[in-house]
Each structure stands twice: as C-alpha cells, then as structure tokens.
C-alpha cells in the first residue's frame, strides 16, 4: 500500500500562543492581593503582581521552532513543536483529522492502518 506523504520545512520561529496563560495570571494577581491583606504578606504579594503585569505586557505568544507542513491526508497546515530542527523522527497526530503521522528526514506521513 502507498504510504501518504508530504514535505515538511523546519520554521525557526513560529509564535504559539499560550492558552490558558491568562486564566493562570488572574489567579496569581489573586494571591498577590491576598497577601497584601496579610501585611507582612505583602513583600512577597507586591512583586509577585508586578511580575504578573510584567509577563502581561511581553504578550501571550512564545516564539519557537517547528517542523511544518501539510497534512498527507487532509491537507490541513500542521505544525510539529516536539522537534528540535536536527530532529530525524518522530511522531504526533494531525490535530485536524487525528491521524497518525510519522515524521520521518524532513518528511510527514501518514501512518496506513494494515
Ligand atoms: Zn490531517
């Protein structure tokens, strides 16, 4: 049986955003007003907010590299973090379609059932 496959590029700086960041921060900001009630809490709930505000204005994005390319089966654009850009194989599932993709010298393929 063919294997399905297709042509991935190594992207050195792709921007992810970071889900769930958010939610994570209003809970720190949380704690580092509850500890400004404390008192003597609040050396550590003041800077605790301020490095929350600080992580707010750099953004919610990470810039990394990724392996990328088209889905052999549905053709959609996948990214693949897992990799480093000296990364030879590996494997993840399309995050659209779900299957199984190998990665394998540069390439995405799709995984035939027997
Ligand atoms: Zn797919």
């Known amino acids: 049986m063919k ?3 297709s042509v991935a590029r190594y992207n050195e700086s792709r921007s992810i955003a970071n889900e769930g960041q958010g939610a994570w921060n209003g809970l720190l900001i949380l704690i580092g ?3 400004c009630f404390t008192g003597i809490g609040a050396f550590v709930g003041v ?3 301020v490095i929350v505000f600080i992580n707010q204005i750099k953004g919610n994005e990470t810039i990394k590299g990724s392996w990328e ?3 052999p089966k ?3 654009i996948i990214f693949w973090h897992s990799g480093t850009k000296d990364t ?3 494997n993840f599932n399309c995050p659209t379609c779900n299957v199984d993709i190998d990665f ?3 390439k995405f393929i799709h995984r035939n059932k027997a």
Request: proline content about 5%; some cysteine; overall charge neutral.
């Open 3 to 5: 294997k399905l496959t």
């Open 33 to 35: 007003i509850g500890l």
């Open 47 to 49: 800077p605790l907010i």
């Open 69 to 71: 390319g088209d889905c």
């Open 74 to 76: 549905c053709n959609n």
């Open 88 to 90: 030879k194989q590996g």
């Open 104 to 106: 394998y010298e540069n």
